[in-house]
Nanobody, 121 residues
Framework: QVQLVESGGGLVQAGGSLRLSCAVSGSISRFDTMGWSRQAPGKQRELVAS???????NYADSVKGRFDLSRDAAKNMMYLQMNSLKPEDTAVYYC???????????????WGQGTQVTVSS
């Protein structure tokens, strides 16, 4: 059973930084895409950043230039470096990934349990 476990959330002042980590049980290289999404109270979940198996990254406009997604295949880890944090970045952050799960080509999505990030003004 594949599991994704986030860590690194917490309380930080505006302008500060946090680094979220996502530990993947099994090989991270099997995932075609991985990413970080967040959900603030009363709001829909939004994709913050994503990375393909080829290493191409995409970011939401709201975090471009401030957040950086990276992964370490050797450690089966994915990271989200968050700089210049703003109160509007406050949310539960989830790591997730998608990959083919059987020979018929069916795809499965896997999500972590989430980690809270709170940015105070």
């Amino acid at each position: 059973q594949v599991q994704l476990v986030e860590s690194g959330g917490g309380l930080v002042q505006a302008g500060g930084s946090l680094r979220l980590s996502c530990a993947v049980s099994g090989s991270i290289s099997r995932f075609d895409t991985m990413g970080w999404s967040r959900q603030a109270p009363g709001k829909q979940r939004e994709l913050v950043a994503s990375i393909t198996s080829g290493g191409s990254t995409n970011y939401a406009d709201s975090v471009k230039g401030r957040f950086d997604l990276s992964r370490d295949a050797a450690k089966n880890m994915m990271y989200l470096q968050m700089n210049s944090l703003k109160p509007e970045d406050t949310a539960v952050y989830y790591c997730h990934g998608e990959r083919v799960i059987n020979v018929e080509g069916a795809r499965g999505q896997y999500w972590g349990q989430g980690t809270q990030v709170t940015v105070s003004s």
